[in-house]
């Protein structure tokens, strides 16, 4: 047998004797291996979103079921139900309506000028529902006693 060979079995033995014997194992010797300190590395993690569970929530009504229906949003109100209002400063020209009177009498009156009673155009006295168009040649639009009025 070649001589190299014979050296190089042994030195390939005892390397792995060094090695079984530092990985826990005894090759029936003791074997003592220096231990290599750990290097500790700190890696940042990537951000991770992950989704919350889905909550669904079950409510239970007791008694009758009630059904609403939304229209389209309330007007508001284009002008109190007492006063007098300039037109094309304080009300716009246009049709109004007013719910019936609180007290029972609503008077309204569409006016020339402020000169009382020799400047109205049209008026009247409800008890219930007004209703009235305010033109662009009114000068003025009285309302005593109504509702709030409502531009249509």
């Given at each position: ?24 194992g005894d090759a ?63 009300v716009k020209a ?59």
């Amino acid at each position: 047998m070649n001589k190299k060979h014979v050296i190089g079995y042994a030195a390939t033995a005892l390397v792995a004797l060094g090695i079984g014997g530092a990985a826990g194992g005894d090759a029936g010797g003791t074997t003592s291996v220096a231990a290599t300190p750990a290097a500790t590395v700190t890696v940042p993690a990537p951000a991770i979103t992950v989704p919350g569970p889905t909550v669904t929530e079950k409510v239970e009504v007791a008694g009758p079921t009630k059904t609403l229906t939304v229209g389209p949003p309330k007007p508001a109100a284009a002008m109190p139900g007492d006063g007098t209002f300039q037109v094309g400063v304080d009300v716009k020209a246009g049709t109004y309506v007013s719910k019936p009177s609180p007290n029972g009498n609503c008077y309204w009156a569409r006016l020339s000028g402020s000169d009382g009673i020799d400047s109205i155009i049209d008026n009247d006295n409800t008890s219930g529902q007004a209703l009235v168009t305010i033109k662009k040649t009114d000068k003025f639009f009285e309302s005593n006693g109504c509702s709030e009025w409502t531009r249509r």
